[in-house]
């Protein structure tokens, strides 16, 4: 057989094993090991052990748990409600203001959050029984929180970016600079189609004639003022060029653990323990599923495969926006079946040099790749977001909920086309701050 002769059969018992419900770590160490036994003997598992804990052995990944814990300690406490509260405040004479607080909220708890599905069940466990009472249709309502916590994995701190940073070799600091104006553009265009959506559904939602002071809107953004705070140290800290991400993960961490004891109260050992066992709980995950893709690469690269798969993409010779087409057209596809974890590590190492062959920058191509993956959270049958609205909200039938996503998969696509055409929305803010890249 030949390099790419093998490659197809790694592709095929992956996409088996994976889809059969085994673990994402042990399916692709399992996968390696057996490939390496097949092709390479007994002998070439010695470095089984080694490449482990050599790919777990990396400051940079301190970050991880750092970032997951801040998340872990916002998450537990009533963060979320108080965000969405304060910002409907502002809102609640606006069509769909209440939908549109919602959206915001999950835009403001990704910037101190970093994970989908916590933003969606931050958000929506406040949110969507509130607009379901107050007669927004429960596809809306559902849909709006669904799309929203996608944006988890793209405004920074994104733990998404930061394993596509360790994958590809680049500056974590710049792919978290990119992912904040198209973050703040996909979130004006959520609330834009939440506005029409509610102009379109007014018969439906039960009209509720509020109107709160100056100093009820003022007293609400004291709740929201500390996760400002958060979001600004953070900032300040990384783009000041005052510290590293991973001693930022680190103030990120200790601010939100304070936030949380000092604001909600969260100082008994029970709402710690939770914390903390969440957070080494996703740990986990995440440093297994790193340490098996570093061996399944390592795999792929000893049977020159990852070589000769990046060889047989630049030897075809396509148009490079053909090749960029098909190479999107097969992550929604896999998105719509893998965690975009595993789909960075696997496919990362394959696509890198394929796109420095073609002139594509990987700073904006990440923005492009976190776009196509948030897709992948909202359809299914893998689509993780999906699940987590269903269990926020139970009486809403799943259908229901994948057919108020469905407008937001629209409008994530043609704004992947739009960076296409103009990617200087993504690369413009790293330009600027940290000067031009490679």
């Known amino acids: 057989m030949n390099e790419l002769q093998i490659g197809l059969l790694i592709l095929v018992v992956t996409t088996i094993v994976l889809f059969s419900g085994f673990p994402i770590a042990w399916g692709l160490a399992l996968v390696a090991v057996v490939f390496l036994m097949a092709f390479k003997g007994p002998a070439s598992l010695a470095v089984v052990a080694t490449q482990f804990m050599d790919e777990l052995n990396s400051f940079a990944l301190l970050t991880i748990p750092l970032f997951i814990l801040l998340g872990a300690a916002i998450g537990v406490s009533a963060a979320g409600k108080d965000i969405y509260n304060s910002l409907y405040r502002w809102l609640a004479r606006v069509p769909g203001g209440l ?16 994970s989908s599905p916590a933003t969606a069940a931050a958000i929506g466990k406040a949110g969507v029984p509130e607009m379901i009472r107050r007669g927004v249709p429960p596809a809306l309502a559902t849909g709006a929180i669904c799309a929203g916590g996608t944006l988890g994995i793209l405004i920074p701190p994104s733990i998404t970016l930061i394993l596509y940073g360790l994958a590809t070799e680049t500056s974590i600091g710049r792919l978290f600079l990119s992912g904040v104006v198209p973050g703040i553009v996909l979130v004006l265009l959520f609330s834009a189609w939440a506005w029409f959506a509610s102009l379109v559904a007014k018969k439906e939602l039960i009209v509720v004639d509020e109107h709160f002071t100056l100093k009820e809107k003022m ?23 005052l510290a590293t991400p991973s001693e930022i993960a680190a ?10 004891i000092v604001i909600y109260r ?40 990852s070589q000769s798969a990046a060889e047989w993409l630049v030897a ?44 594509f920058d990987l700073i904006w191509f990440a923005v492009l790749l ?9 359809t299914p049958p893998v689509g993780l977001n999906l699940y987590v609205l269903r269990g926020v909200a139970p ?31 993504a690369t413009w803010l790293p330009d600027m701050l940290m000067g031009p890249g490679r």
């Open 99 to 114: 939908i549109i607080a919602n959206i915001l909220a999950c835009g403001m708890f990704s910037a101190v959050c970093g």
């Open 316 to 359: 075809i010779k396509l148009n490079k926006w053909v090749l960029l087409l098909a190479i999107n057209l097969f992550l929604l596809l896999m998105g719509c079946f893998l965690p975009p974890v595993a789909i960075i590590l696997m496919l990362m190492p394959i696509l890198t040099p394929v796109l420095d062959a073609n002139g």
């Open 395 to 425: 009486d809403v039938p799943l259908n229901v909920v994948l057919r108020g996503s469905v407008p937001y998969v629209f409008i994530m696509l043609a704004f992947m086309v739009l960076l296409c055409f103009f990617p200087g929305i």
């Open 370 to 378: 976190t776009i196509n993956l948030e897709v992948g959270l909202i």
């Open 251 to 260: 103030i990120g961490a200790f601010l939100a653990l304070l936030l949380v």
């Open 219 to 241: 007293e609400g953004m004291v709740r929201v003022g500390p996760f400002l705070a958060i979001i600004a140290a953070i900032g300040y800290f990384m783009y000041g060029g």
């Open 266 to 305: 969260t100082w008994r050992l029970s709402d710690l323990w939770h914390i903390f066992r969440d957070t080494v709980r996703e740990s986990s995950m995440i440093l297994m599923i790193i340490a098996a893709a570093a061996l399944f690469s390592y795999m792929m690269s000893l049977l020159y495969v």
